[in-house]
């Protein structure tokens, strides 16, 4: 205070002795601020550390992905069964028939249906993906996704002779057309979706995650 010579902290208007006001202070010296400010350290050997364990954990993560997938596109070909495959279209009339129809037979206007067998084999391999695909979240084995595959390869296989068998057991008749509907389709689509997911989840589970390397 130039009146009666009290130190105040820099920030006050008036002297807290006398009351008197205060001269404004000049603006502060940037450089001495920048002098008198600590400098911060990095630990670099903590931060490669750190990123380490972060990507070892990150990578662990993305490894289990495909093995939660693979049962749901398991269970989502074994849906396609329940939409209608084929479509019979015979003197002007149209019958739908599902995949598990196909697969056990039934009966359409009285007439038993013969069990088409390529539907039977296509649903017992889908059945029996989906079986692995249930198994490899369990027990994390990889051979599970690679059967998983296999099946959904033999599967595609069985679905592409249903139509083959069909006209075979339609024998020619006059006047009648089958039609393949979106369950069909979505089955052969499924199938490769199972192929590809079975097999990123074998290489995932196959491969154990990198533990992290600490100095």
Not at 2 to 14: F, M
Not at 148 to 166: K, R, W
Not at 167 to 179: D, F, H, L
Request: contains cysteine; aromatic residues 8%.
């Amino acid at each position: 205070c130039p009146k009666c010579s009290t130190s105040n902290i820099e920030s006050a208007l008036y002297c807290g002795e006398c009351g008197n006001k205060l001269p404004t202070s000049l603006p502060t010296d940037p450089f001495r601020v920048a002098a008198q400010t600590p400098l911060v350290t990095v630990d670099f050997d903590r931060v490669r550390q750190v990123t380490a364990e972060y990507l070892g954990t990150l990578g662990t993560a993305n490894r289990v992905g495909a093995a939660k997938v693979l049962p749901w596109v398991c269970a989502g070909l074994l849906f396609c069964f329940a939409l209608p495959m084929a479509s019979v279209s015979c003197a002007g009339e149209k019958i739908s028939v599902q995949g598990y129809s196909l697969a056990i037979g039934i009966s359409i206007e009285g007439e038993k249906m013969d069990i088409v067998w390529p539907a039977s084999l296509a649903l017992c391999l889908a059945v029996v993906a989906l079986i692995f695909g249930i198994a490899i979240t369990k027990q994390r084995q990889p051979e599970c996704g690679t059967g998983a595959s296999v099946c959904a390869g033999l599967c595609f296989y069985a679905l592409t002779q249903i139509p083959n068998e069909l006209k075979k057991q339609a024998g020619g008749s006059m006047g009648v057309s089958i039609n393949y509907e979106i369950g069909f389709h979505s089955a052969l689509f499924f199938c490769i979706v199972v192929v590809i997911v079975g097999v990123l989840a074998y290489s995932e589970c196959s491969q154990k995650p990198t533990p992290a390397r600490r100095e």
